[in-house]
């Protein structure tokens, strides 16, 4: 299953009722609060085994499950120069 | 301050690593003295030096799992320094996870060590469950940040010596570690409290308080809350786990005392009211425990479900603490409602339980909420 998918399946089963694709904006649709922006982050971490720094911890890395799929890649990418 | 009828016996404290090193930490050091911090209104410093020499100062060094465990027994023997170490915790955790590499240089060896300790601060006059009503600000200026307002009910403020500080930057709320010694920093104790009393509760004045760039911890921005939610979450990790360790203690009290008194020729203890009383005490403690475990279990796997796990134990923990504590005073009878009475400290801590770190009223919204999202579709 590619990021992406892995991503919107997460918010898609915390918020069944939202009908979100993977180039929604999240935060548009009223129902990030930190609770769930700390449970998106650390869903990243675990399913992608990355660790995300603090200068990546921008809202536009998260806005969308492209952007987040993204952010995996470029993370996961630099792991494996690292 | 010296306080000799509080000084605990000469021994010095074997490393805690687990649950049986630290029950026997806790009776030894702390379960007998525990009644004369609550009249003094202080762990004392001897206390203090014994926990950082067991190592409880440095709760990372451990799984979560097992620093619920720790946490348990100490909130059996003391919810004062039970205290302590949850807004110590959740400093050092705090700096561990969003610290750059200069502010864990400068602060991860104090705090493990026991030799600067950590407060959390949060709450205001104005804005307790409501934190996003905060007022407290930081302002950025080319060289750094200044803090000013008021922070109170700061567990720990009367010794910390580092304060994890939240307060409203333009963007966010964001966390800063002021050490004591800034200037502007002023400390103003809180005595008497019903509960915890001996947690060195203050309120942390900030006035104009200078840092610099390296101040913040964190990221800035939308994610600031993030830190936020995760320090609050092992915060009441460790709150369920000393709830949890108060019903065992209202337990061993209760089946103690149940054994040895007697009303009309007979043991409480053959008594059937008596018996359900501590019937329920038995399941309570066992299932708290099994949800503190599984909160753990959940930290330890990096699974997000264990923000959602750590409000349930918390909530269970706590509204069992509270009721248990009650009915320990009953079997107790008017011994349990005596001045130095363990039970009464127990009743008057518990009540607290269900107020920090989330009150019942919050935890039930918030789970709630979660059934709701999860069963609309
Ligand atoms: C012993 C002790 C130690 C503490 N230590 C610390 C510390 O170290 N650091 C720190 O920052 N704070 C600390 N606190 C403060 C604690 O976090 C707050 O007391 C708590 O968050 C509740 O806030 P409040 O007291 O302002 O009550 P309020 O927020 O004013 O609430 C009053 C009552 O209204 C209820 N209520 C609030 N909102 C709702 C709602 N939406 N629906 C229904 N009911 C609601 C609450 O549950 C409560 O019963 C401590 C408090 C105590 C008692």
Redesign the interface.
């Known amino acids: 299953m590619s990021s992406k998918t892995q991503i919107l399946d997460f918010i898609r089963g915390r918020y069944p009722q939202a009908e979100i694709d993977e180039s929604q904006d999240i935060f548009a649709l009223g129902f990030v609060n930190s609770l769930f922006a700390m449970e998106l982050v650390m869903f990243v971490e675990k399913t992608f085994g990355v660790t995300i720094p603090n200068e990546e911890l921008r809202i536009d890395n998260f806005r969308t499950a492209d952007a987040m799929s993204a952010l995996v890649a470029r993370l996961t990418s630099d792991l494996a120069v690292a | 301050m010296t306080l000799t009828s509080t000084a605990p016996a000469p021994a010095g404290a074997a490393p805690v690593t687990g649950r049986s090193s630290a029950r026997a930490f806790v009776d030894t050091h702390v379960v007998p003295y525990a009644d004369a911090y609550d009249s003094s209104g202080r762990v004392p410093e001897d206390l203090l030096r014994r926990a950082a020499e067991a190592g409880l100062w440095d709760p990372l060094s451990m799984d979560m799992v097992t620093l619920g465990e720790v946490h348990e027994e100490v909130g059996r023997g003391c919810s004062s320094l039970r205290s302590l170490l949850t807004v110590h915790t959740m400093v050092s955790w705090t700096l561990r996870r969003?610290g750059?590499d200069a502010q864990r240089d400068r602060w991860s060896a104090p705090l493990a060590a026991g030799d600067a300790l950590g407060a959390f601060c949060l709450s205001e006059p104005g804005a307790g469950s409501d934190a996003a009503g905060i007022t407290t600000t930081a302002t950025q200026t080319g060289d750094g940040w200044v803090i000013d307002g008021v922070k109170t009910w700061t567990t720990g403020g009367q010794r910390a010596d580092v304060f994890l500080v939240f307060a409203r930057t333009a963007t966010s709320i964001g966390a800063f570690l002021v050490p004591r010694d800034t200037p502007g920093v002023t400390v103003t104790p809180i005595d008497d409290m019903l509960g915890t009393r001996a947690s060195m509760l203050a309120t942390i004045t900030f006035d104009g308080v200078a840092l610099g760039p390296d101040a913040l911890l964190?990221?800035s921005?939308?994610?600031a809350?993030?830190v936020?939610?995760?320090t609050l979450?092992l915060g009441r990790y460790s709150v369920a786990a000393g709830s949890l360790g108060i019903v065992q203690a209202c337990l061993e009290a209760s089946a103690g005392y149940a054994a040895r008194r007697e009303v009309g020729g007979r043991p409480l203890a053959e008594l059937p009211l008596i018996q359900a009383k501590l019937s329920d005490m038995v399941t309570d403690a066992r299932a708290a425990r099994l949800l503190v475990a599984e909160a753990g279990r959940l930290k330890d796997?990096?699974?997000?479900a264990?923000?959602m796990a750590t409000w349930v134990a918390k909530y269970f923990a706590s509204t069992a603490a509270a009721r248990h504590a009650s009915e320990a005073v009953q079997i107790h009878g008017a011994s349990g409602c005596a001045p130095g009475s363990p039970v009464a400290r127990f009743y008057r801590d518990a009540k607290v339980m269900e107020i920090i770190e989330g009150s019942n009223e919050v935890q039930r919204i918030?789970i709630a909420g979660q059934a709701e999202?999860?069963t609309?579709?």
């Open positions: 969003w750059t964190g990221p921005g939308f994610t809350g993030m936020l939610t995760g979450d796997a990096g699974e997000s264990t923000i918030t999202r999860e609309t579709r």
